[in-house]
């Protein structure tokens, strides 16, 4: 927003983003049962998704939020830390489950796996927030080929939280290293050799043109939004684009299922 002006008009309804975490200072109306329900009481610390503004935005001293969008803090979680997970963690969830298809079933089964847990999942921009959390997510659910795009300093770190494979995007040859790589340690079933994406990203030249190269008849793609068009420089706004369908139309190959995440929608 401050580099770019992006949704401005929105802030002062909204008052920030979505994160937020505190201490409950008080149960009030119907949720008072649901609160009791979940185990949360005054005093408890907790942290929440929330992003309907008003009571809700989380940017003022005190918010009022129906119970259900409240979680406990962990002990040994600041809230500060605590504020920066649940984004995070909804955005993974939603854009698996419901852009990707993936199964994360919860409580897991005893014994469960996945259907697709040998098929290669990309997750470029893996280093960044979102990225970070669908690693550690996908191979606590038992995806097996967790396969991740960052630059080449945060390798060691992903693969310490769960990355399968690697891969410098700054490489010129990233897209060829990935298909190999997919080819030799994939499901064997054939076409897509990668047939789940995520692009925490959403940049039209830096992560969806090398994207169209690796998605294939079958692959499915979900795209964090908005797609970056151009960033702003101190001359020029920047340009947004929220159809995924108007992005590089004439390079997806046919049968690629295109999907623009909407983590908001989550509560649907």
Same mark, same amino acid.
């Given at each position: 927003?401050?580099?770019?002006?992006?949704?401005?008009?929105?802030?002062? !309804?909204?008052?920030?983003?979505?994160?937020?975490?505190? @201490?409950?200072?008080?149960?009030?109306?119907?949720?008072?049962?649901?609160?009791?329900?979940?185990?949360?009481?005054?005093?408890?610390?907790?942290?929440?998704?929330?992003?309907?503004?008003?009571?809700?935005?989380?940017? #003022?001293?005190?918010?009022?939020?129906?119970?259900?969008?409240?979680?406990?803090?962990?002990?040994?979680?600041?809230? #500060?830390? !605590?504020?920066?997970?649940?984004?995070?963690?909804?955005?993974?969830?939603? @854009?698996?489950?419901?852009?990707?298809?993936?199964?994360?079933?919860?409580?897991?089964?005893?014994?469960?796996?996945?259907?697709? !847990?040998?098929?290669?999942?990309?997750?470029?921009?893996?280093?960044?927030?979102?990225?970070?959390?669908?690693? #550690?997510?996908?191979?606590?659910?038992? +995806?097996?080929?967790?396969?991740?795009?960052?630059?080449?300093?945060?390798?060691?770190?992903?693969?310490?939280?769960?990355?399968?494979?690697?891969?410098?995007?700054?490489?010129?040859?990233?897209?060829?290293?990935?298909?190999?790589?997919?080819?030799?340690?994939?499901?064997?079933?054939?076409?897509?050799?990668?047939?789940?994406?995520?692009?925490?990203?959403?940049?039209?030249?830096?992560?969806?043109?090398?994207?169209?190269?690796?998605?294939?008849?079958?692959?499915?793609?979900?795209?964090?939004?908005?797609?970056?068009?151009?960033?702003?420089?101190?001359?020029?706004?920047?340009? +947004?684009?929220?159809?995924?369908?108007?992005?590089?139309?004439?390079?997806?190959?046919?049968?690629?299922?295109?999907?623009?995440?909407?983590?908001?929608?989550?509560?649907?």
């Amino acid at each position: 927003r401050a580099d770019g002006g992006l949704l401005v008009p929105s802030w002062p !309804a909204q008052m920030g983003g979505g994160g937020a975490a505190g @201490t409950v200072v008080a149960l009030v109306g119907a949720d008072a049962n649901d609160a009791a329900l979940k185990g949360l009481r005054v005093g408890d610390k907790v942290m929440a998704f929330a992003f309907h503004g008003g009571k809700e935005a989380n940017h #003022q001293e005190y918010i009022t939020i129906p119970a259900y969008l409240a979680g406990r803090v962990p002990e040994g979680v600041s809230l #500060q830390e !605590a504020s920066t997970v649940p984004v995070n963690l909804v955005t993974v969830f939603h @854009t698996a489950t419901t852009d990707l298809e993936l199964e994360l079933p919860w409580p897991i089964p005893q014994g469960w796996t996945p259907a697709a !847990a040998d098929a290669p999942i990309l997750v470029w921009g893996a280093s960044s927030s979102v990225g970070i959390y669908a690693v #550690q997510v996908l191979r606590h659910w038992g +995806y097996r080929q967790v396969l991740a795009v960052s630059s080449g300093r945060h390798h060691e770190y992903l693969r310490r939280v769960g990355a399968t494979a690697c891969f410098d995007y700054t490489k010129p040859d990233v897209v060829q290293s990935i298909l190999a790589y997919a080819r030799e340690n994939g499901s064997g079933a054939g076409e897509p050799q990668v047939p789940y994406i995520l692009d925490c990203i959403g940049s039209l030249e830096g992560t969806l043109r090398p994207l169209t190269s690796i998605a294939q008849r079958g692959s499915r793609v979900a795209v964090m939004l908005p797609v970056i068009l151009k960033d702003a420089t101190e001359e020029d706004e920047p340009e +947004y684009e929220m159809d995924v369908s108007k992005c590089l139309p004439d390079k997806w190959a046919e049968g690629v299922i295109l999907r623009g995440a909407r983590t908001h929608f989550y509560l649907q």
